[in-house]
């Protein structure tokens, strides 16, 4: 049992390139988060898709996009990278319908934009 | 909005030692509490989670936390410490059917 799964690891950019990172649980849970962790600022949520065919915005979304492409996947792109989006980037996904359900981490993507 | 404050960036305790990492919340309806553990270069773990019933929630490897309603606080224990307890801890919060936000982060360090 896999959990959540997230590529690539690792990532250098440059400015203003794109990529796309993605994510897949294997659990059958029907909600899935893109989080970003910064020094000092804990993990802000930069979206969300609470089932699949939605999404929505989270904290930090600005510079982003999601796809959820299935009830298993759910990408986030960056369409023109900024050294203000090197971060570590997290998928988490949660079977939503019960308020105390666990929510469950990727093991992160590291993303440095030069 | 709801909120959570972790207010020690770094929690330092002997080897032996009983350790506390300090958590508040702010929330409006019932809160659902959660803490997760995060080792260098890797996701963060769950650990435990108070929803309802007793105050004292007992979790992964040792770890309790207590939930104390009157004081808004959801304090992370353990009665003795080990060296490989050395990692970063998120105290994290949710009511209903909101998404989950994290307080920044303790780091705790625990010497030989």
Redesign the interface.
Known sequence: NAGVTQTPKFQVLKTGQSMTLQCAQDMNHNSMYWYRQDPGMGLRLIYYSASEGTTDKGEVPNGYNVSRLNKREFSLRLESAAPSQTSVYFCASILQGDSGNTIYFGEGSWLTVV | AQSVAQPE?QVNVAEGNPLTVKCTYSVSGNP?L?W?VQYP??????LL?Y??GDNLVKGSYGFEAEFNKSQTSFHLKKPSALVSDSALY?CAV????S??T????TMLLVSP
């Not at chain 2, 270069?41 to 769950?46: M, V």
């Not at chain 2, 994290?102 to 982060?105: E, I, V």
């Open positions: 960036d659902y959660f997760y270069n890797r996701g963060l773990q769950f989670k929803i309802t998120f949710r009511s209903g059917y998404t989950l994290f307080g920044k982060g």
